[in-house]
């Protein structure tokens, strides 16, 4: 079947410095596409989502980056903080309205 | 606050036992799911329902069963079928399915003693 997966799963960054999480996709029907955040022990948390009629997407510090050509999406965190750090996946969302979530990547950031 | 309210946190479950994970939302959400969540894997879709009165097994749903008798409850069962209990639950709801946004509990941790 098709999948979403992850081409990191262990992100170290410095604080301040910026974080990229990459992610790839195969079902090139999947028309939204959504990152979420999740800390040890709790729920995903939302983060940013976008629509496969667009490139970009800005939030606060967060941009979603995604290339349909090689069926690719990124999130990018500006100025990361030690509280930034957590496991990151994103979902690809097709016809079915079902979610299919990537594994993670966990973003782990030293003061 | 609105939100969805799963219960217990930590769960502890001998072997042979059913064990009954609750999930409740104020969100007035028409649609609530259940995941299942392993280390190193992504979330895995076991049930989930539409509308009260109707569920729909998905893509790893032997060994567990689930009910909607209410809008805003959504219980997930592990039966003793279930093998591999041991995993991070998860229970989201959506306004209606075709609207994404999605949003989680924050989850019950099985473990098998």
């Known amino acids: 079947g098709e999948s979403v997966g992850l081409h990191l799963p262990t992100l170290s960054v410095q604080e301040g410095d910026n974080s990229i999480i990459n992610c790839a996709y195969s079902?090139?029907?999947?028309?939204?596409f959504i990152w979420y955040k999740q800390e040890s022990g709790k729920g995903p948390q939302f983060i940013i989502d976008i629509r496969s009629n667009m490139d970009k997407r800005q939030g606060q510090r967060v941009t979603v980056l995604l290339n349909k050509t090689v069926k690719h999406l990124s999130l990018q965190i500006a100025a990361t903080q030690p509280g930034d750090s957590a496991v990151y996946f994103c979902?690809?969302?097709?016809?079915?309205?079902?979610?299919?979530f990537g594994r993670g990547t966990s973003l782990i950031v030293h003061p | 606050d609105g939100g969805i309210t799963q219960s217990p946190k930590y769960l502890f479950r001998k072997e042979g036992q059913n064990v009954t994970l609750s999930c409740e939302q104020n969100?007035?959400?028409?649609?609530m799911y259940w995941y299942r969540q392993d280390p190193g894997q992504g979330l895995r879709l076991i049930y989930y329902?539409?509308?009260?009165?109707?569920?729909q097994k998905g893509d790893i749903a032997e060994g567990y069963s689930v009910s909607r008798e209410k809008k805003e409850s959504f219980p997930l069962t592990v039966t003793s079928a279930q093998k591999n209990p041991t995993a991070f639950y998860l229970c989201?709801?959506?306004?209606?399915?075709?609207?994404?946004?999605?949003?989680f509990g924050s989850g019950t941790r099985l473990t098998v003693v």
């Open positions: 079902n090139s029907a999947s028309d939204y």
């Open positions: 969100l007035n959400h028409d649609a």
């Open positions: 989201a709801s959506t306004v209606k399915m075709e609207l994404y946004g999605y949003t």
């Open positions: 329902s539409q509308i009260v009165n109707d569920f």
């Open positions: 979902a690809e969302i097709g016809g079915s309205y079902i979610p299919t």
